[in-house]
Protein backbone atom coordinates (compact mmCIF):
# COMPACT_ATOMS: atom_id res chain seq x y z
CA UNK A 1 0.00 0.00 0.00
CA UNK A 2 1.34 3.52 -0.65
CA UNK A 3 1.95 6.12 2.38
CA UNK A 4 -0.90 7.64 3.19
CA UNK A 5 0.15 11.04 1.81
CA UNK A 6 -0.34 9.56 -1.60
CA UNK A 7 -3.95 7.93 -0.83
CA UNK A 8 -4.83 11.49 0.90
CA UNK A 9 -3.89 12.78 -2.79
CA UNK A 10 -5.91 10.31 -4.51
CA UNK A 11 -8.73 10.54 -2.18
CA UNK A 12 -8.47 14.65 -2.25
CA UNK A 13 -8.71 14.17 -6.47
CA UNK A 14 -11.19 11.95 -6.62
CA UNK A 15 -13.84 13.57 -3.85
CA UNK A 16 -13.06 16.88 -6.03
CA UNK A 17 -13.35 15.30 -9.37
CA UNK A 18 -16.79 13.80 -7.72
CA UNK A 19 -18.49 16.57 -5.72
CA UNK A 20 -17.23 19.41 -8.70
CA UNK A 21 -15.39 21.08 -6.24
CA UNK A 22 -12.13 22.39 -5.88
CA UNK A 23 -9.45 20.33 -4.79
CA UNK A 24 -7.62 22.57 -2.99
CA UNK A 25 -10.04 23.25 -0.70
CA UNK A 26 -9.92 19.69 0.93
CA UNK A 27 -7.64 19.37 3.61
CA UNK A 28 -6.87 16.72 5.27
CA UNK A 29 -8.97 17.03 8.55
CA UNK A 30 -12.11 17.91 6.17
CA UNK A 31 -14.69 15.83 6.51
CA UNK A 32 -16.55 13.85 4.36
CA UNK A 33 -19.38 15.14 5.67
CA UNK A 34 -18.70 18.62 5.19
CA UNK A 35 -17.95 18.54 1.33
CA UNK A 36 -21.70 16.98 1.21
CA UNK A 37 -20.92 13.51 0.46
CA UNK A 38 -24.32 11.62 0.86
CA UNK A 39 -24.80 7.90 1.16
CA UNK A 40 -24.99 7.64 -2.74
CA UNK A 41 -21.65 9.16 -3.14
CA UNK A 42 -20.08 7.34 -0.24
CA UNK A 43 -20.67 4.15 -2.28
CA UNK A 44 -19.36 5.42 -5.43
CA UNK A 45 -16.17 6.75 -3.50
CA UNK A 46 -15.76 3.67 -1.79
CA UNK A 47 -16.18 1.45 -4.84
CA UNK A 48 -13.82 3.79 -6.75
CA UNK A 49 -11.07 3.29 -4.16
CA UNK A 50 -11.35 -0.56 -3.90
CA UNK A 51 -10.57 -0.26 -7.42
CA UNK A 52 -7.55 1.96 -7.06
CA UNK A 53 -6.21 0.01 -4.25
CA UNK A 54 -7.40 -3.55 -4.89
CA UNK A 55 -9.49 -3.55 -1.63
CA UNK A 56 -12.33 -4.72 0.03
CA UNK A 57 -14.16 -2.18 2.05
CA UNK A 58 -17.55 -2.09 4.18
CA UNK A 59 -20.46 0.28 3.30
CA UNK A 60 -20.25 2.45 6.10
CA UNK A 61 -16.02 2.84 6.29
CA UNK A 62 -17.00 7.15 5.80
CA UNK A 63 -18.54 7.52 8.66
CA UNK A 64 -16.24 4.94 11.00
CA UNK A 65 -13.13 7.15 9.18
CA UNK A 66 -14.79 10.92 8.46
CA UNK A 67 -11.71 12.44 7.53
CA UNK A 68 -9.38 12.33 4.54
CA UNK A 69 -6.62 11.64 6.98
CA UNK A 70 -8.16 9.02 9.03
CA UNK A 71 -9.36 7.28 6.34
CA UNK A 72 -6.17 7.60 4.10
CA UNK A 73 -4.51 6.28 7.08
CA UNK A 74 -7.35 3.35 7.70
CA UNK A 75 -6.62 2.82 4.46
CA UNK A 76 -2.77 2.05 4.70
CA UNK A 77 -3.14 -0.65 7.48
CA UNK A 78 -4.91 -2.89 4.61
CA UNK A 79 -3.39 -5.30 2.42
CA UNK A 80 -4.31 -5.45 -1.13
CA UNK A 81 -6.51 -8.40 -2.48
Known sequence: MP??????RFCRSSLAAMLDIDEAGIEPATTFASLGL???????????????????????????YPTV???ADYLGTLKPL
Request: net charge negative.
Open 38 to 64: DSAAAVHFVLEIEQEYRVELYPGVTQD
Open 3 to 8: PSSEIE
Open 69 to 71: AQF
